[in-house]
């Protein structure tokens, strides 16, 4: 464990006794992990993690200074360790804690969940504090989190089988670019005309298909050496919160980080019905570009012509990460645009070439008529969804998602912003702000739910912790 400069003398030693405490099963036959695993059905390698991540959460307990509430995984390793009894209450909670951590099921409801949501979210920003970006196999996002216990069970495999669910192959673009030429070009090395447009219908289709996969391959090259040489983040590249929200998606992404921080900041109000914002006092909004978004709400209050009203507003965030060499000029835009699309174009000349001769000579060409109209398209897509960032933008972006894990995962208020402008609406699933996201996403399965999983808390109170399994917390 690297210890973070920060740490005081006192956590340090709690956290060295953590990692030494071994549940008193040592020399057991069978080891605290190990049974850990057989019970769930865990690799020994992912129970082993759940340990890590459960005494970190215990560290938590004690030095966070405020409710924390463990995932459903860190809770299953909680319950076990809460049937080792003698070690719990006579060793661990004394010795290796200092004080009493009591476990506690939630009392349920609607105002439960909202508060084991926000414990959560505590959790996962103290986490970042200590820890770094919490890992997401063990601490999902708080929408995960608080899924229906429904889909938990208990299964006797004496008396049914558990199937889980197939991991299929998830190959890269790359691979399966490979795959498409190996396959494609096996029959083309059979003795063929020198002059495509001669080859009969069934060669130049597989032709074709072998071109569109090159054309494919030549356009993600094409992107990725267009939009500058380099990954490495330039040096003081520091952005603030609407920065950063442009970066990740443009103008709708600013839109929809002001709004949920208007909200957040209780200067507005989200009629979910007539899918508007309303900003009571506009006048009253100062900080750039929220003030922009309020009085462009109170000019109009669909969010269309929101963002159409702010596109222009927003130079001043382009110039900003243009000069930090985040975003491409436009003239760079351009050229991305049309190296892209150059290779559709082309191969859309080619297949209607091939169709005028197939028309002359009376052959079918329907088949390779829609598959030219697509190659079109594709064309065109690409020439007017040009990139924007560039590839230090990427990398930065990929930072700030690391950096911000938490927030992403489970926003307190105070990340609302931030959390929005990295991951857009549907962070706000679960929060007091949802019927915005479900607003925007227009999407029924997007609920604050008022039930949840494993929402368990611990508290500190001096000599004692507790918590509710439904929501476990630590706390004052």
Partial sequence: MTYDGNWSQSERELWQRLEAHDFGTADCPLP????????????????????????????????????????????????QHLTYSRDYWQHFCPDVLGSALHHEPTRGGPAQSRLHYAQYAETLASYQRWFGPPPEAYWPDARTQTASPARWRRVDLGRGWLLPRPALPRPNGAQWLVAALLLGMAPLLQALPLNPLDYSGPAFLLLYFVLIAAG?????????????????VPHGTALDTWAVAYLAGGTVRVVDAGIASLLANEQARWDARKRRLEVTRPQDVRD????????????????????????PRLQRLRDVLRARGLLLTESQRWRVGLASALPFALLTLLGLAKISIGIDRGRPVG?????????????????????????????????????????????????????????????LAGTAYASFHESRAASSNSSSGCSSGSNCSSSDSGSSCSSGCGGCGGGD
């Fill in 216 to 232: 494919i391959g030549g356009v993600v090259l094409v992107r990725r050496q267009f939009r500058g040489g380099s990954d490495t």
């Fill in 288 to 311: 750039y570009p929220l003030d922009e978004i309020a009085r462009a709400a109170a000019a109009d209050p669909a969010l269309p012509r929101i963002v159409r009203r702010l596109r």
């Fill in 32 to 79: 605290f992990a190990r049974r850990l695993a057989r019970e769930h059905g865990w690799s020994q390698a992912h129970a082993d993690g759940a340990v890590r991540e459960y005494k970190r959460f215990c560290f938590l307990a004690v030095a966070a200074g405020h409710v924390v509430t463990p995932s459903d995984a860190v809770d299953e390793v909680w319950h």
């Fill in 367 to 427: 088949f390779l008529l829609l598959l030219t109209v697509l190659v079109a398209i594709t064309a065109v897509v690409l020439l007017v969804r040009r990139p924007e960032r560039t590839r230090a933008g990427d990398s930065l972006l990929a930072e700030l998602n690391r950096r911000h894990a938490h927030a992403r995962r489970a926003p307190r208020d105070g990340d609302i912003g931030l959390a929005v402008a990295l991951a857009g609406t549907t962070v």
